[in-house]
């Protein structure tokens, strides 16, 4: 059963006709913004994957890829559930250098997914990727990569507001950064959404650092595949999101693991057997470009913008009865 929250006297700023538009015109915005923030090419990416290539990315650990097959070339294939493993193959493949990456526009379906107001099966995401020197694998890096991002976000709001301007969006460009283990030392009795939510009500746009690893009381902040972030060196964007009360997280980012980290990671999440797929054996033997990455999403950017309280108001997917009924209810329209 989805789950669904309506805020008491919410109506879109945008009629449909307007929301439509002002989709496109933030894709656009956000595509370019983006290339010219991170020095970033678009590329083409693939919607499925062979799951011998270890090149899918396993989120959780738990969630079910969609797989089907492919007679013709007798073989079965994997609906990506993102591109953070594919994309660092693919810089090797292109011969990409340091300094310069890619920008995919992503499409994947994550079957297991809970719905409600900020998930869905289907996921939208401007995933990117790029080289890095072995220098470059420090948190002040990673920091000003993740403030490249805030302000290319914060600038497309501008343009936006510039066509439409009964728009009265507000976000905030400075960026609060802090580890998943002070958040916890922090709010010790909250949950880690319950923490997400009351730092991004006081600073508005933060970023929580070092995601995937155990904190001191034992549990995990968020799950995190051990074989792409870095788990020292990663995090997640989130943007006080006024009309729902709640941290909306609009990116999941980080500087990816080198051979060492890897092996630890591996050993740590119980994954060892993964050392013999292709792209981990490359990873292991150095031959896999340093890189930073993440995936943006794009339905949660529009949503974002645009003041929307559901995701499916900026996207087209599939919901259970009960939200259909209840956003029809309210006068929330469902694409």
């Given at each position: 059963?989805?789950?669904?929250?309506?805020?008491?006297?919410?109506?879109?700023?945008?009629?449909?006709?307007e929301?439509?538009?002002?989709?496109?015109?933030?894709?656009?915005?956000?595509?370019?913004?983006?290339?010219?923030?991170?020095?970033?090419?678009?590329?083409?990416?693939?919607?499925?994957?062979?799951?011998?290539?270890?090149?899918?990315?396993?989120?959780?650990?738990?969630?079910?890829?969609?797989?089907?097959?492919?007679?013709?070339?007798?073989?079965?294939?994997?609906?990506?559930?993102?591109?953070a493993?594919?994309?660092?193959?693919?810089?090797?493949?292109?011969?990409?250098h340091?300094?310069?990456?890619?920008?995919?526009?992503?499409?994947?379906?994550?079957?297991?997914?809970?719905?409600?107001?900020?998930?869905?099966?289907?996921?939208?995401?401007?995933?990117?990727?790029?080289?890095?020197?072995?220098?470059?694998?420090?948190?002040?890096y990673?920091?000003?990569?993740?403030?490249?991002?805030?302000?290319?976000?914060?600038?497309?709001?501008?343009?936006v507001?510039?066509?439409?301007?009964?728009?009265d969006?507000?976000?905030?460009?400075?960026?609060?950064?802090?580890?998943?283990?002070?958040?916890e030392?922090?709010?010790?009795?909250?949950?880690?959404?319950?923490?997400?939510?009351?730092?991004?009500?006081?600073?508005?746009?933060?970023?929580?650092?070092?995601?995937?690893?155990?904190?001191?009381?034992?549990?995990?902040?968020?799950?995190?595949?051990?074989?792409?972030?870095?788990w020292?060196?990663?995090?997640?964007?989130?943007?006080?999101?006024?009309?729902?009360?709640?941290?909306?997280?609009?990116?999941?980012?980080?500087?990816?693991?080198?051979?060492?980290?890897?092996?630890?990671?591996l050993?740590?999440?119980?994954?060892?057997?993964r050392?013999?797929?292709?792209?981990h054996?490359?990873?292991l033997?150095?031959?896999?470009?340093?890189?930073?990455?993440?995936?943006?999403?794009?339905?949660?950017?529009?949503?974002?913008?645009?003041?929307?309280?559901?995701?499916g108001?900026v996207?087209?997917?599939?919901?259970?009865?009960?939200?259909?009924?209840?956003?029809?209810?309210?006068?929330?329209?469902?694409?």
């Amino acid at each position: 059963m989805g789950k669904v929250t309506i805020p008491e006297n919410y109506q879109s700023c945008l009629s449909s006709y307007e929301t439509q538009e002002a989709i496109g015109i933030i894709k656009n915005l956000m595509q370019k913004k983006l290339c010219l923030a991170l020095n970033l090419k678009r590329v083409t990416a693939p919607v499925f994957v062979d799951p011998a290539s270890g090149l899918n990315d396993d989120l959780n650990g738990v969630e079910r890829p969609v797989t089907f097959d492919i007679p013709d070339a007798d073989m079965n294939a994997q609906v990506v559930h993102s591109l953070a493993k594919w994309k660092r193959m693919a810089l090797y493949r292109y011969d990409f250098h340091v300094g310069k990456g890619i920008l995919c526009d992503m499409n994947a379906i994550r079957r297991d997914e809970e719905l409600d107001n900020l998930h869905s099966a289907y996921v939208d995401q401007w995933d990117w990727e790029k080289i890095i020197t072995a220098e470059d694998r420090t948190i002040d890096y990673l920091k000003d990569t993740v403030t490249r991002i805030v302000n290319s976000i914060c600038n497309a709001l501008e343009e936006v507001k510039y066509h439409y301007e009964i728009l009265d969006t507000e976000l905030c460009r400075e960026v609060s950064f802090i580890t998943s283990q002070e958040l916890e030392d922090k709010y010790p009795d909250l949950t880690p959404k319950e923490r997400e939510n009351a730092y991004a009500k006081e600073k508005k746009t933060i970023f929580i650092m070092q995601i995937g690893d155990l904190l001191k009381s034992g549990e995990k902040h968020d799950g995190r595949a051990p074989d792409y972030d870095d788990w020292k060196l990663n995090g997640d964007l989130l943007f006080w999101h006024e009309p729902l009360q709640c941290a909306m997280e609009i990116s999941s980012m980080g500087i990816r693991v080198d051979a060492k980290t890897l092996s630890e990671q591996l050993e740590k999440a119980g994954c060892s057997q993964r050392r013999e797929l292709t792209f981990h054996k490359m990873l292991l033997n150095n031959e896999l470009p340093l890189t930073i990455g993440g995936g943006i999403g794009q339905s949660r950017v529009c949503m974002l913008l645009l003041k929307k309280i559901h995701v499916g108001e900026v996207q087209s997917s599939i919901w259970d009865e009960a939200t259909l009924t209840a956003c029809g209810e309210a006068g929330v329209e469902i694409l």
